[in-house]
């Protein structure tokens, strides 16, 4: 399966809850609180253990905005570390290049941060890397190139004093560490875990 291209408003509304955190998404679902499509307001199905599973998985996916096949490979690695399975899933997404240039604030979402590193505006330990999957390591810094910083959106979220960034993510201006792995209760995404690693261990 390929990423997810659908409008982030009815993924949202499909799975009834701000997974995207921005605030246009919240005045969505209060005006529109059910499922999109015509048959949206009629759907209140229940779902099996199984359902459950697929869509605790499928949430997380549409999180981080991430293909099956990544998806799938992440889970791999993650099940053969001596670490939960579940805690080292979240870990490996939250290393992602660009997840951790949204979570230091230098973009307003994923999918920007996403373009960001895409366009070659991001520096890894002061080389240029374009692979928004790329994983990070324990004290790589990653810099915003001088264009970037001259955008204007980045520009104003660059003004913002009082940011407040994860505990193992250190900023200062347009530069930020990966200190350490973050721990489960550092990870604020509204996910049980273990669902999706009993989705897998069907």
Not at 153 to 180: G, M, T
């Amino acid at each position: 399966m390929s990423r997810n291209t659908k409008a982030k408003a009815k993924i949202v509304r499909n799975f009834s809850e701000n997974i995207f955190g921005q605030k246009k998404f919240d005045k969505i679902l209060a005006r529109k609180p059910y499922p999109a499509g015509m048959h949206g307001k009629k759907m209140r199905r229940r779902h099996s253990g199984y359902g459950q599973q697929l869509k605790e998985k499928q949430k997380l996916r549409a999180i981080y905005d991430i293909t099956e096949r990544q998806f799938r490979h992440y889970y791999s690695v993650a099940r053969k570390t001596q670490t939960a399975t579940g805690e080292k899933l979240l870990q490996i997404l939250e290393s992602r290049l660009d997840n951790f240039v949204f979570r230091s604030g230098f973009a307003p979402s994923r999918s920007a941060a996403r373009q960001l590193v895409n366009h070659g505006h991001v520096l890894v330990d002061s080389r240029r890397l374009s692979i928004p999957s790329y994983l990070l390591k324990p004290g790589q810094v990653v810099v915003l190139s001088t264009k970037a910083q001259k955008i204007p959106y980045i520009a104003k979220l660059l003004e913002i004093k009082d940011l407040n960034v994860p505990k193992w993510i250190k900023r200062q201006a347009v530069a930020a560490q990966f200190s350490r792995l973050p721990q489960r209760d550092e990870i604020d995404v509204n996910i049980q875990e273990q669902l999706i690693v009993e989705y897998y261990s069907r």
